[in-house]
């Protein structure tokens, strides 16, 4: 007779969502918010981190506010979607703009 032990089911590791924002209190209030609902969160302050912590990461899902210094939240979400490696990871787009062409800038990148 052959004593085998049953695989454990596997822990599915968090999922990742990359909170991007460059007003930090508010990028870590909606961490925080996230955080309850048993989501691992990373933040970033300003377009450059959010490229270069989207590559590291390749998180789940990125939240990114649109209006930063330096590059702006249409500048990021077209980069990330313009690379192979990344273009596959959703992105929602927070903003207070609400003219139609910011939003249809928005569905263009």
Not at 77 to 90: G, L, Y
């Amino acid at each position: 007779m052959v004593n085998r032990e049953l695989p454990q089911p596997q822990q599915k590791s968090k999922q990742v969502v990359l909170v991007v924002d460059d007003e930090k209190p508010l990028a870590q209030a909606i961490a925080a918010t996230l955080d309850l609902e048993g989501l691992e969160t990373v933040l970033a302050y300003d377009g450059t981190q959010a490229l270069e912590l989207t590559r590291k990461l390749h998180p789940d899902l990125i939240l990114l506010d649109v209006m930063m210094p330096g590059k702006s939240g249409f500048e990021v979400c077209s980069t990330i979607k313009q690379d192979p490696a990344t273009a596959s990871i959703p992105v929602i787009i927070l903003t207070a703009k609400t003219e139609l062409s910011d939003r249809m800038a928005g569905i263009s990148a």
